[in-house]
């Protein structure tokens, strides 16, 4: 007899092991039925009173839930601001970011996770009758005869350049993919948009997200936020991995702000603020409600404000490289050197934001595609309201002395970018400065024909699969 317990008994036992787990199944899809109850309750209910739901009240029944089956499997979960926040804790900037700012962080970030990434030209392609769900010709490569010339001579001269840190052009024969390893408040949105447009006219086979990915789908682009890990090598084998870099003090400034101008820009009224209508010094733009009126001046001196407040409660006195480094190695690596030779081993092109149209003009030419299919939209588009380095002079200049301290560890590696770039390109000749310029013009005549076709110009336009666009 085992244990000193009889056969009748150790079955008893497992029978009533087995109807715990029923009974604990039970109560769970019990809780599942009764909160699916309680929602429909409340919309119903809401629905005649004419007062809908919000998203926001649905995700934190939702929320609630959750954390208590959790807590029956095992203890809760950390939720979504949580979990960025443990995933942020070691990024420079996190100092800046309050847990207001973390949780729309999150909740956007979970929209951008069920949703995937970039469809931009539905809504930009409007106008003309055109949709991304429609099957596209592919256009010409070139739109007259000069810019066919100028084509012709900027490849020769790419192939003519014996550089074999930017692996990209040392081989005719072109990569069998493209992979962006896409930064954050680099200008990498715009870059992107540029790709899916691309993606979308030459039918390229997209890698919407990583992780659902595999190897055999026989991926040809991604363009996401990533980091460099083994996975490029498995799904994209013989990849061309590029990147880009912004200067560190602006990258700062940016990244440091947008969150701030996020809700403002998206709710950006037509109205602008009549003063005469503000409860004492507080005008109705800043109002912990929606806005109901603009003023970009008023927004930037907020904005500016609460920068210089946080900036100045930093006792640090230098930063550890952020993505800059991080992201772009693999182990990853805080080191600037270690960041910089693995763009010399491992990356096909790199540049930094003030050379993103030659950049994509580049790619187009390496890849075979009309520069016109590399026209993208500028997003988050502050205006009047952003703030940036130039802000910072006279009583303000301690907090450009400060944030160039700070930044000092990834001011290296943008340098290097930099200068590199600069050196490739200036070995191009005269044509493909032109080609840059017409692409330029371009994108100019196109990003004046979305502002002019939208009735709001200057708010931020949610879009399915862009974060703001």
């Known amino acids: ?246 200067e560190p003090v602006s990258h700062f400034v940016s990244k440091s702000t947008w969150m701030f101008n996020r809700k403002y820009f998206t709710e950006y009224p037509l109205r602008a603020c009549d003063y005469s209508e503000a409860v004492g010094d507080k005008p109705p733009l800043l109002r912990e409600m929606k806005f109901v009126c603009h003023d970009d001046a008023v927004r930037h001196n907020a904005t500016l404000s609460q920068f210089l407040e946080r900036v100045e409660k930093v006792s640090r006195t230098e930063l550890k490289c952020d993505e800059s480094c991080y992201s772009i190695t693999r182990p990853s690596s805080k080191e600037p050197s270690v960041a910089i030779q693995q763009l010399t081993d491992s990356y096909a092109l790199y540049t930094t934001t003030e050379h993103l149209d030659e950049f994509l003009v580049l790619l187009a030419l390496r890849f075979g595609w009309s520069i016109d299919t590399m026209i993208y939209e500028k997003c988050k588009d502050q205006g009047e309201a952003k703030i940036s380095p130039r802000d910072l002079v006279g009583e303000h200049a301690w907090a450009l002395e400060k944030i160039k301290r700070l930044t000092k560890n990834m001011n290296g590696v943008y340098e290097h970018a930099k200068s590199k770039f600069e050196s490739f390109v200036g070995k191009l000749g005269p044509e493909f400065p032109k080609l840059v310029a017409i692409f330029k013009e371009r994108v100019r005549a196109f990003q004046e024909h979305v502002r002019a076709s939208k009735k709001n110009p200057k708010r931020w336009r949610r879009h399915k699969n862009v974060l703001m666009c």
């Open 1 to 246: 007899m085992e244990g000193g317990k009889s056969p009748m008994f150790r079955q008893r036992q497992t029978r009533d092991g087995n109807g715990s787990l029923l009974a604990m199944a039970s109560m769970k899809w019990s809780m599942h039925i009764f909160v699916a109850i309680m929602l429909g309750i409340c919309i119903l209910y809401n629905s005649l009173s004419g007062e809908p739901v919000s998203n926001e009240r649905l995700r934190s029944i939702e929320i609630e839930f959750n954390a208590e089956v959790d807590v029956e499997q095992g203890g809760p979960r950390p939720g979504r601001a949580e979990q960025l926040r443990l995933r942020l804790k070691d990024d420079p900037f996190n100092f800046l970011v309050t847990d207001d700012e973390l949780e729309a962080m999150s909740l956007e970030q979970e929209e951008i996770d069920e949703e995937g990434l970039l469809s931009n030209f539905d809504e930009l392609l409007e106008d003309e009758g055109q949709r991304t769900d429609a099957i596209f010709e592919p256009p010409p490569l070139f739109s007259n005869e000069e810019e066919g010339r100028l084509r012709e001579a900027s490849l020769k001269a790419l192939f003519g350049v014996n550089d074999p840190e930017f692996s990209m052009f040392t081989q005719t024969e072109k990569p069998p993919s493209l992979y962006l390893l896409k930064l954050h408040k680099v200008g990498g949105t715009s870059v992107a948009l540029a790709l899916k447009n691309a993606s979308v006219h030459y039918n390229l086979n997209e890698c919407d997200k990583l992780k659902s990915c595999k190897r055999d789908h026989h991926k040809e682009i991604f363009f996401q936020h990533s980091e460099n890990t083994g996975a490029i090598d498995r799904i994209f084998p013989g990849t061309a991995l590029v990147t880009l870099f912004r």
